[in-house]
C-alpha cells in the first residue's frame, strides 16, 4: 500500500522526475560497468564544458585530471567490487578536468544501481570552487586577526619590558655617574651592569624583528628558507642547522608562500616558548613533494591536549597549510623537543 501511495506521489508531481534531474543545480553523470558515459545531465554540460554527445560512450576518466587518470582507473575498478552509496575520495580533495584543460574543486557523491545491463554508478557533482574560496578567505581573516593579537602582544611586551629595561639601564648609569669620582669602583661595576642590561635589550629587540618584520615570500622556496636562517641565527642565541637543497621553481607559488611562512612561525615559536639550544631545518625533495622539518631540543609540549587560545602560532600554521594543500604536522613531548613538519606538493 505505501508503495502505490509513493507512485501515486510521482504521478502527480507538476514535473517529471527526468526533468528535474535535469534541471538539478547539481551535475548528475551515469556510467556503466566499463567506465563509459552513458549519461549526463545539463548541469554537467555546462560544469565541464562539453556537450552530450562529446561525452556520451567516452571513459569518465575524460573528465579527470591527466596526471590522476591512471589512478582513477584503478579507484574506479577497486569500487565496482564494493560498490556502496558514500562520498568519493574521503579526505581527499577531488579535482574534475574541463574541455579547455582548466581543473576545478569537485565533491562527488557515488550510488550504484543495480539493472538488467549490470550495475551502474551515479556521480552527483558539485562545483565546490565558491565554498573553497569562502573557506579561505575566512582562513586569511582569522589568521590576520591571530596575527593583530600577536602584534598586541608583541607592542606590550616592547612597553612592559623593554622599556623598563633601558630605565633600568638609565637608572644604573644614573648612580653610576654620581658615584664616579668618590667611588669609582663602584661606578666601574654598575657601568658594566649598565652595558649587560643594554646588550639584553639588543638582543630582545633584534628577536622582536624577527617576528614584526614583514614576509613578502619572493623567489625560490630554497632561497627564501635559507634567507630565514640567516637572519635567525643573527637575532637569537639559538644555534640553527641548516639543510636546504636547490629547489628552483619545482614548488608551486601558492604552496612555497605557505611553507616559507609556516617555517617563519615554527622559528619564532621555538624563540619564544621552546626554551631550546639547538634548533634545525631540513629540507627533503621526494618523487611529487618536497618535506621540511624543523626540529628542537627544548622543553617541548603534550601534542595531544588541546590546544590553549594562546597557542596562536600553531593554528596560523595550520590555517595556511589548509588553504595552500600542504599538509602540516606537529608532533612534541614534554621534555622531548619538538617537530613541525610540512609536505608540500610540487607544481604540476
Not at 574521503?90 to 543495480?114: H, N, Q, Y
Request: charged fraction near 30%.
Amino acid at each position: 500500500m505505501q508503495q502505490n501511495r509513493e507512485t501515486n506521489l510521482l504521478d502527480d508531481l507538476p514535473i517529471s522526475p527526468m526533468r528535474m534531474l535535469e534541471e538539478s543545480p547539481n551535475g548528475w553523470v551515469v556510467t556503466d560497468g566499463s567506465g563509459a558515459i552513458r549519461f549526463l545531465n545539463v548541469r554537467s554540460e555546462e560544469m565541464f564544458g562539453y556537450q552530450r554527445e562529446e561525452l556520451l560512450g567516452r571513459a569518465v576518466e575524460v573528465l579527470v585530471p591527466e596526471s590522476l587518470r591512471r589512478a582513477h582507473t584503478g579507484h574506479r575498478a577497486a569500487y565496482a567490487k564494493h560498490p556502496t552509496m558514500r562520498p568519493m575520495g574521503l579526505d581527499l580533495r577531488l579535482t574534475g578536468r574541463r574541455k579547455d584543460g582548466t581543473e576545478f574543486p569537485v565533491a562527488i557523491s557515488l550510488g550504484p544501481v543495480e539493472t538488467s545491463q549490470g550495475i551502474f554508478v551515479i556521480a552527483v557533482i558539485r562545483d565546490i570552487s565558491d565554498r573553497l574560496a569562502m573557506e579561505e578567505e575566512r582562513n586569511r581573516l582569522r589568521v590576520e586577526l591571530e596575527m593583530e593579537h600577536e602584534r598586541d602582544r608583541i607592542g606590550m611586551d616592547l612597553h612592559d619590558g623593554i622599556m623598563q629595561e633601558i630605565y633600568a639601564a638609565g637608572l644604573t648609569l644614573d648612580l653610576a655617574l654620581a658615584d664616579l669620582r668618590e667611588r669609582p669602583d663602584v661606578a666601574e661595576a654598575e657601568i658594566e651592569r649598565s652595558i649587560e642590561q643594554l646588550h639584553e635589550v639588543i638582543r630582545n629587540i633584534r628577536s622582536y624583528i624577527f617576528d614584526l618584520r614583514p614576509r613578502q615570500f619572493a623567489g625560490s622556496l630554497d632561497g627564501a628558507l635559507t634567507e630565514l636562517v640567516r637572519e635567525f641565527r643573527q637575532n637569537t642565541q639559538i644555534e640553527i642547522v641548516e639543510l636546504v637543497p636547490e629547489l628552483g621553481a619545482e614548488v608551486e607559488y601558492r604552496s612555497a608562500t605557505a611553507a616559507y611562512h609556516i617555517v617563519h612561525e615554527a622559528l619564532s615559536n621555538v624563540r619564544k616558548h621552546a626554551n631550546a639550544t639547538l634548533v634545525s631545518l631540513q629540507v627533503e625533495r621526494a618523487e611529487n613533494d618536497v618535506l621540511i622539518e624543523v626540529r628542537d631540543n627544548g622543553r617541548g609540549f603534550d601534542a595531544s591536549a588541546e590546544m590553549p587560545q594562546a597557542h596562536r602560532g600553531i593554528r596560523n600554521m595550520e590555517a595556511r597549510a589548509r588553504d595552500a594543500s600542504c599538509e602540516l604536522a606537529v608532533t612534541s613531548m614534554p621534555g622531548e623537543g619538538t617537530v613541525v613538519a610540512i609536505r608540500v606538493p610540487l607544481a604540476g
